[in-house]
């Protein structure tokens, strides 16, 4: 920000030199980037950090002059004194706002019977001394109160808009636009703009049109002062690569009560400078005034995080100096502060703290020759993260970190029924992601993706894992969720699976303990020989091997199991319940059994058998593996599985187990039709 010194000193009640002004506002947070001599004049160029918009003006820094050199602050009359009372209807339609949420408030003055020309030699000097070149005296106006108040404005010729009124509304896709400065733009859906009755005349909160530029044969013109959406202003001027004083200081924020002063103090400065004289009232849209915002502080906290020792009076008297309205409660335990309302930067605690340093000087706060540090056990959350990626990079798996933007295609290959993609709203849209509009609703899209990049570099035996947000949306709401995928390249189907049950198993047994995972079987989107993953019968996730569309639709040469899981679920099971017993004192007994099944016939309808049969002994049933081929005759198959028998207090007996063994086959037998193999 280029100030002017000679310009600085208007709004002080003493006038201060270019050293002073140097030494304050560093020590204040404001550094001197450059300082320069301009005919008899100091421009001194103010490094702003992009939260204190409010020191973007002239105004802004003579405010905290005032509060470093003891000063008091001036300020320009801002009363409308050449209004003539008339109205500005004949000619003037009014101001429509179709966008409030993004135009919060938008005013309009009529200055009738201007006559545009070379500006006086005070306002070219002002101008000059700060960079500037003067274009003509309206439009000077309108950049010196932008560099005095901070608050941009915009002067249309009103002969040159169409239907006479102004219409704050959304770009229609493929409007041209010629900025002032003679650049063509194409518009597109969900710019903001200002049009008239035709077509824009100025792209809201950047740059005015060349068609209703003030010229030399203007005599009526509409004064803008407004307060566009932030965001809105910077994807704009990003998306056509337009920028200005206007945008640099909306992309900040703009002083929400600042709007109509600026309107009042260059309608004056108008009629002084160009004649003419304000027809009519303000015109305002939106702009209801904002609840003072009051904020909280705690003398112990400031005293504590500065290493000093203010009393609540001092504190007071500080932060007053600074502009806020603060006062002392709970026999000063807590400041409660009403918060100017250019200060946008100020919304917490902490914030006021930094404000009470600043004033108390930041040289004055002792520096101390130790540090010390209290230690605090790891959050349980952070904890498992960390276990989290030991127990995956243990088997083999590499962590990815992809963006969240996908193509629609890939975004529904893996919704459930009652969801739908959440799309990116267009003027929100980084160019870069035109071609991917939505957000993910699942991390597997993303692991597809990356698989298929190292089917490229000719990478193979693949395992992957990603933990990212995820969003859909259901019934009309946005849900964001976070999620936890895993991805394995399979060359034997049914061996993979087990791998990434495994492996899931394990990470559950790890996060939450011992909390009854289970496997249950379903047709799932997208997979094939699918599951859903339970805990203590909640649902968890899903895995499966990705069908063959979907293996098509990413162009992958190779099968993958996948597997996803709500990760903020894993996360808050942490730390893991377990149950514990003494170590055994005598031995166990290990019976191996095959039993030949159909193919419908599940692993987990075997387990749930033996373990209804209820065998007095029995201390664990462990799945061992499945075999097809000769001589298992077709449609049928192999499952090998193993107890685990101990008496806890002698030594077992094979004729104790066997009774328990042949109840098991017995009830295998009855129940899923199964025969013994030899």
């Known amino acids: 920000m ?35 001599e301009v005919g008899g004049d100091v421009m001194l160029d103010v490094e702003v950090t992009s939260n204190r918009s409010d020191c973007l003006s002239h105004i802004g820094l003579a405010r905290e002059m005032a509060a470093g050199a003891g000063c008091a602050l001036v300020e320009p009359d801002y009363t409308v004194s050449a209004a003539s009372g008339g109205n500005t ?21 009529v200055i009738r019977g201007v006559k545009v020309g070379p500006s006086p030699a005070w306002l070219v000097q002002r101008l000059e001394a700060v960079g500037q070149r003067s274009v003509n005296n309206v439009a000077d106006v309108t950049n010196f109160v932008l560099l005095e108040l901070g608050q941009p404005l915009h002067a249309f010729d009103l002969a040159q808009l169409a239907g006479g009124r102004i219409v704050v509304r959304q770009a229609r896709r493929g409007e041209a636009f010629v900025a002032i400065d003679g650049s063509r733009h194409e518009l597109t859906s969900g710019m903001l703009v200002i049009a008239d009755d035709r077509e824009p005349v100025a792209v809201a909160g950047i740059m005015g049109g060349f068609g209703s530029r003030v010229t030399q044969k203007t005599v009526d013109v509409v004064l803008e002062s407004a307060a566009f959406d932030p965001s809105s202003v910077r994807c704009t001027g990003r998306a056509l690569k337009l920028s200005s004083e206007s945008s640099f200081r909306f992309e900040r924020g703009v002083d929400p009560m600042g ?19 304000v027809a009519g009232e303000l015109i305002q849209v939106g702009g209801d005034a904002p609840q003072a915002r009051q904020v909280t502080m705690r003398t112990r906290q400031c005293n504590e995080l500065l290493g000093l020792r ?12 600074l502009g806020f309205e603060p006062r002392a409660e709970g026999d000063g335990e807590r400041v409660v502060c009403t918060v100017p309302s250019y200060r946008l930067d100020v919304s917490r605690e902490v914030d006021l ?24 056990p790891v959050q349980p959350r952070v904890a498992a993260r960390q276990s989290l990626g030991r127990v995956l990079v243990a088997h083999g798996y590499h962590e990815t970190v992809t963006f969240s933007f996908l193509n629609e295609k890939h975004g529904r290959a893996f919704l459930t029924a009652d969801e739908q993609v959440v799309s990116v709203d267009e003027q929100s849209r980084h160019v870069g992601t035109r071609a991917e509009p939505v957000l993910r609703p699942s991390v597997l899209p993303s692991l597809l993706a990356c698989r298929k990049a190292n089917q490229g570099a000719g990478n193979t035996d693949v395992r992957l894992y990603e933990c990212a947000a995820v969003w859909s949306r259901r019934e009309g709401k946005v849900i964001e969720r976070n999620h936890l995928a895993l991805l394995c390249d399979a060359h034997e189907a049914q061996q993979t699976l087990r791998d990434v049950r495994g492996t899931v198993s394990e990470l559950v047994e790890r996060l939450a303990g011992n909390v009854g995972l289970s496997f249950v079987p379903a047709e799932l989107n997208g997979l094939t020989g699918a599951a859903l993953i339970e805990i203590s019968g909640q649902r968890l996730g899903r895995i499966g091997l990705i069908d063959e569309g979907r293996q098509r639709l990413f162009d992958l040469q190779v099968s993958v199991v996948i597997a996803e899981l ?42 749930g058998h033996v373990l209804a049969t209820e065998p007095a002994l029995l201390e664990d049933v462990a799945f061992l593996d499945v075999y097809r081929g000769k001589p298992i005759p077709k449609s ?7 107890m685990l028998f101990r008496d806890p207090v002698s030594t077992l007996r094979h004729e104790q187990v066997d009774p328990q063994v042949a109840a098991v086959v017995q009830r295998l037998e ?9």
């Open 310 to 321: 203010l009393t609540p009076a001092v504190i007071a008297e500080l932060l007053e100096r």
């Open 636 to 642: 049928k198959k192999s499952v090998s599985f193993r």
């Open 89 to 109: 209807t004949n000619e003037f339609g009014g101001v429509r706002v179709e966008d409030a949420k993004r135009c919060s408030q938008y005013t309009a003055r």
């Open 566 to 607: 709500d990760l903020d679920a894993l996360l808050d099971a942490y730390p893991p319940t377990r149950r514990v017993g003494g170590l055994p004192r005598f031995p166990a007994i290990e019976r191996d059994l095959s039993v030949v099944v159909d193919e419908r016939v599940r692993w987990g309808d075997i387990q």
């Open 2 to 36: 280029k100030i002017s010194l000679a310009w600085l000193n208007n709004y002080l009640d003493r006038s201060v030199e270019a050293d002073q002004v140097e030494q304050v506002l560093t020590d204040q947070g404001l550094p001197i980037e450059s300082r320069l």
């Open 353 to 376: 703290i930094e404000e009470v340093a600043r004033a108390h000087g930041l040289e004055a706060v002792p520096v101390q020759e130790k540090i010390h540090i209290v230690t605090r």
């Open 670 to 678: 009855i129940q899923v039709d199964a025969q013994l193999r030899g």
């Open 259 to 277: 709007v109509q002063r600026a309107s009042a103090r260059a309608a004056n400065l108008i009629c002084e400078v160009a004649g003419g004289h």
